[in-house]
């Protein structure tokens, strides 16, 4: 016979801690329980509403082992708990510990679901508990937070009553320990005090010992949310990060962002459904509340994960920032299109959306038609539209399409055509951003969406694809059905600008079959095309080696904006190294953290990257010198940093991805008068052009050129910028004349 322990604590909550106790109070459960609630250093008002709460809770409830404690000082989260797990230890009656959080509200058998998993660590779905914990319910007006707490546990129970998902992790909100695991792991880590984090820990040293987590998806909590924490000082996220970092310390590897798996969550409960398990009268509601839930929690994950999208979160493929949450919507329809919407209302509400709206696309194909009647031209762009908010407009992809459309498209109306992995649309999704740029959403999942983009490139009359991976499906990119066949109209110019080797980068990354996906729809562009884009006459090269059929012109750009005036004079000062950009594999980070252990004091380093965290990690425990510099800044910030720094680091390895490559980081290098410190000097064109720079090897050895020397060096590179201006000048005057003049004869 089971026996729980339940540890509460308090600290300044003794509102909420009243809701909680009523609502323990008024949840049936089989399950015996005893209640130890624990006033962590409450102001009085608060310790005294407290112990009255307790009071008439332990008048009606006469747990055997109920008490009341208070605490001289605050002991944080884990210190508290652990004063409770050791007075409920000593009890040989109780087979597990509860830990409760005050601000949670439970309802009807939550104790004797999570006492029955047969697991070693088990916790609940709650409104928020963060991650594949979190499901979605309406919340309710707070004088009605006890009914609607009750309620939404009764629907879980209804729904998923037999659903049990393993995990790695559960937040200690709510969660219920075995008593065999507390003799084996012992207590909670002290050192996150106040809180955060020691649930990650513990969960980690549980995974460690090979015991097993779960989530009871029938167990429903309410949780409104770290009440404890508001006060916390410096901020709950100062909190977050000071304890991140001990917890980086302690197991020497960052703590997974779980935000991600809110995705996770509803297919679990999906798949659950599509089974056929669970109460089917129920889908319909369920389905409604898990869909507009999911379009409120995508909404602030793109925000969150667009202010840090230069971190060391890259799409391997195509090389620039995009949130990893591809499944967004991917699994909701699909995988209850059996179950779920067979119910014809559902069905009727959301399979009617993936169609084409007629209308729509008659007004945009129209509006096509006024403008080239009135003179105008229209392109198809196949990209993102450059201002869009999930994607960083410092990364070098999209700034490539902000200066295209600035500087090479002007003055036509351009139709952006994307498929976002952020946000799945059912239906074809079109807006009007201004007179000269409509953005149009689409999803290669529906041949209708596939069959209205190559409409609208005819009717354009002009198809610019920014890169081959805007042709490779965000699902099912080994079908072949999928891949936009936008080139297929041999009336309309068709331009492919490469921007970069992307086959080539994603199989030095190991990614073998993201590799053949872009292999692909670079093999069709390149054989489709009529004007092919690159950056280098390497990249030429290259793909005339690759595609000995390819018959398009050949047109170089090779640098992202005309805006590369010089600027080669130096404040006097220390001889300084640079580095600004990520921490990706291609970077070599190792490797300039190895040449600031060897090279001598003398020189300075500045390393400024998105991901700084990360920076430290590959570092290590020792601390940095005072002649090292780890920051973030802003990218105006950064030019103005240029401007007193000497050398850069650009270590790319000999690879034929960086030998078409032209690094937006070597053209910054050059501008600023910066000598370019290198592993290889086969990048793109520059040795051809003769490009002036610092061996790694020589750096290592302290034979870095006199400043004289130096200043020669630079001025010489900033000759290489002259070229590159005159060729992307003579580019754009030939894509200019070749778009603006139609389909060549």
């Known amino acids: 016979m089971s026996y729980v322990g339940i540890v509460i604590l308090n600290y300044n909550t003794a509102a909420l801690l009243r809701q909680c106790l009523q609502s323990l109070q008024a949840a049936r459960n089989n399950v015996p329980y005893s209640v130890f609630v624990i006033d962590n250093a409450s102001a009085e008002n608060d310790a005294a509403s407290a112990k ?51 601000d949670t509200l439970v309802g009807d058998a939550w104790l004797d679901r999570l006492s029955s998993c047969k697991a070693d660590i088990a916790g609940p779905v709650s409104n928020a508990g963060g991650g594949e914990q979190t499901v979605f319910c309406s919340l309710p007006r707070q004088e009605e937070l006890l009914q609607a707490a009750r309620l939404s546990a009764q ?13 790695d992790m559960v937040v200690f909100f709510a969660v219920l320990l075995a008593r065999g695991t507390v003799e084996r792991l012992g207590l909670l880590d002290e050192r996150f005090a106040p809180g ?32 404890s924490f508001s006060s916390v000082e410096g901020g709950f996220d100062s909190l977050l990060a000071k304890n991140a970092k001990k917890f980086e310390e302690k197991w020497k590897c960052a703590r997974r962002d779980r935000s991600e798996l809110l995705v ?29 839930g999911l379009r409120r929690s995508v909404r602030a994950l793109t925000d969150a994960y667009a202010a840090r999208a230069q971190a060391d979160r890259m799409n391997a493929v ?171 109209d041999p009336e309309i110019l068709r331009i492919f600008d490469v921007h970069g080797a992307v086959p080539e980068e994603a199989q030095y990354l190991g990614m073998e079959k993201e590799a053949a996906y872009a292999l692909r729809a670079e093999r069709y562009l390149c054989e489709n095309a009529d004007c092919i884009v690159t950056l280098t006459e390497a990249m030429g090269r290259h793909l005339q080696a690759k595609y ?15 805006d590369i005036g010089v600027q080669l004079e130096k404040s006097p000062g220390r001889t300084t190294v640079v580095f600004a ?106 040795s051809a052009l003769g490009l002036e720079y610092v061996a790694y090897d020589d ?14 060096m630079a001025a010489k590179n900033s000759g290489i910028l002259d070229v590159l201006y005159n060729d992307y000048s003579k580019g754009v005057d030939r894509l200019r004349t070749r778009m603006l003049g139609g389909k060549p004869e």
């Open 548 to 562: 000995p059929d390819m018959r398009a012109k050949e047109i170089l750009l090779p640098v992202f904006n005309s």
């Open 699 to 712: 750096l290592l050895s302290g034979a870095l050129p006199d400043e004289k020397k130096r200043e020669t």
């Open 52 to 102: 009255a709460a307790f009071t008439s809770f332990e008048a009606v409830h006469k747990g055997k082992y109920d008490r009341y404690a208070v605490n001289e000082q605050n002991n944080g989260f884990p210190g508290g708990c652990n004063q409770g797990i050791r007075y409920f230890m000593e009890k040989p009656e109780i087979t597990h510990i509860c830990l409760l959080n005050a």
């Open 155 to 167: 629907r879980r129970i209804l729904r998923f009553g037999g659903l049990i998902a393993d995990t």
């Open 264 to 292: 996770k969550s509803v297919q679990d409960d999906l798949n659950y459904m599509a089974r056929g398990a669970g109460a089917q009268d129920e889908a319909q509601t369920y389905a409604a509340e898990a869909l507009e």
């Open 318 to 488: 195509c090389g620039y920032p995009e949130i990893p949450v591809r499944a967004i919507l991917r699994q909701v329809l699909f995988k209850v299109k059996r179950k779920i919407l067979s119910v014809p209302q559902i069905h009727q509400r959301y399979y009617d959306k993936r169609a084409v709206d007629e209308t729509q696309m008659s007004r945009l194909l129209e509006r096509i038609a006024n403008k080239k009647r009135t003179g105008g031209s229209c392109v198809a762009v196949l990209a993102p539209y450059f201002e869009e908010r999930t994607l960083s407009r410092q990364e070098g992809y999209m700034r490539k399409v902000a200066s295209c459309d600035r500087e090479i498209l002007f003055g036509t109306l351009r139709v952006y055509l994307y498929e976002s992995p952020y946000y799945r649309v059912d239906g074809l999704r079109i807006r009007y951003v201004d007179s000269e740029h409509v953005y149009v959403l689409y999803n290669a999942n529906y041949a209708c969406h596939r069959q209205a983009l190559k409409e609208i490139a005819r009717a354009c009359g002009v198809c610019y694809v920014h890169s081959a991976l805007r042709l490779v499906p965000v699902d099912g990119a080994s079908r072949p059905e999928r891949y936009i066949d936008i080139f297929s």
């Open 581 to 686: 950009g990520g921490v990706q594999k291609w970077q070599n980070i190792e490797a300039m953290q190895d040449a600031v252990r060897r090279c001598p004091a003398a020189v300075d380093y500045r390393f400024f990257v998105a991901d700084k965290a990360a920076f430290l990690t590959k570092w290590g425990e020792a601390p940095l010198p005072e002649n090292v510099r780890v920051d973030t800044v802003a990218p105006r910030e950064l030019n103005r940093q240029y401007e007193s720094c000497h050398y850069g680091f650009l270590l790319r390895d000999d690879t034929p991805l960086n030998r078409v490559a032209c690094p937006t980081k070597m053209i910054e290098y050059l501008k600023y008068g910066i000598v370019p410190i290198l592993f290889s000097s086969c990048i793109g064109d520059f």
């Open 196 to 227: 955060c984090y020691e649930d990650d820990d513990y969960c980690m040293r549980a995974k460690e010992a090979g015991m097993r987590v779960v989530i009871d998806r029938g167990c429903y909590v309410h949780h409104l949310g770290s009440a």
